[in-house]
């Protein structure tokens, strides 16, 4: 009897014949259709295996076709069996193919290259959904401009002061206009 990933096609063959490459088959298996995929290779028609793409994996090993990385995740590489969670606090399309398809989520920015989280901006900062570009550089929040204020964390806008009211920039607050009331 064959070993696992062997495969003996007639009674008389002394020698047991490995499986095609990127393909397995149980023990005792009797010919080349037994074989089936290993994990992270897909079947094509011509009965052979090819390494699923970025963006995809296949768990394990048989028959079935690659599937697509699910939102919030994403696969760089070929011949993958799972795929990558993207940061903390971060999405990515379905199918993503890298780490730079991780956009931190509104009001959070990825600061640090070595965290594995995009952080919450302080209260009289902002951000709205950004990409993490490793080639460009780790994106920040942003200071509230002049006679705008916001007085939560992980905030995507800053609101307005009223008609009679003022702040500086990165403000959590607004302070009256002297002799006005607000």
Same mark, same amino acid.
């Given at each position: 009897?064959?070993?696992?990933?062997?495969y003996?096609?007639?009674?008389?063959?002394?020698?047991?014949?490995?499986?095609?490459?990127?393909?397995?088959?149980?023990?005792?298996?009797?010919?080349?259709?037994?074989?089936?995929?290993?994990?992270?290779?897909?079947?094509?028609?011509?009965?052979?295996?090819?390494?699923?793409?970025?963006?995809?994996?296949?768990?394990?090993?048989?028959?079935a076709? $690659?599937?697509?990385?699910?939102?919030?995740?994403?696969?760089?590489?070929?011949?993958?069996?799972?795929?990558?969670?993207?940061?903390?606090?971060?999405?990515?399309?379905?199918?993503?193919?890298?780490?730079?398809?991780?956009? $931190?989520?509104?009001?959070?920015?990825?600061?640090?290259?070595?965290?594995?989280?995009?952080?919450p901006?302080?209260?009289?900062t902002?951000?709205?959904?950004?990409?993490?570009?490793?080639?460009?550089?780790?994106?920040?929040?942003?200071?509230?401009?002049?006679?705008?204020?916001?007085?939560?964390?992980?905030?995507?806008?800053?609101?307005? $002061?009223?008609?009679?009211a003022?702040?500086?920039?990165?403000?959590?607050?607004?302070?009256?206009?002297?002799?006005?009331?607000?």
């Amino acid at each position: 009897a064959c070993t696992a990933g062997k495969y003996k096609s007639a009674t008389d063959n002394i020698e047991c014949t490995l499986c095609p490459v990127h393909m397995h088959s149980g023990p005792e298996s009797k010919s080349t259709s037994d074989c089936f995929c290993n994990a992270g290779y897909t079947p094509q028609p011509d009965d052979t295996c090819v390494a699923c793409v970025p963006g995809k994996f296949k768990e394990e090993s048989g028959p079935a076709e $690659c599937d697509g990385c699910e939102s919030d995740t994403y696969n760089p590489d070929y011949a993958q069996t799972a795929c990558i969670q993207c940061y903390t606090d971060a999405h990515s399309a379905p199918n993503s193919t890298s780490q730079s398809d991780c956009q $931190c989520d509104a009001g959070h920015a990825l600061t640090d290259p070595t965290a594995d989280a995009c952080e919450p901006c302080a209260p009289g900062t902002y951000a709205k959904t950004v990409l993490y570009a490793e080639n460009v550089g780790l994106t920040e929040c942003t200071n509230c401009s002049t006679d705008t204020y916001t007085d939560t964390a992980a905030s995507d806008a800053c609101q307005a $002061c009223g008609t009679y009211a003022n702040a500086d920039a990165g403000s959590v607050l607004c302070n009256c206009n002297l002799g006005h009331y607000c």
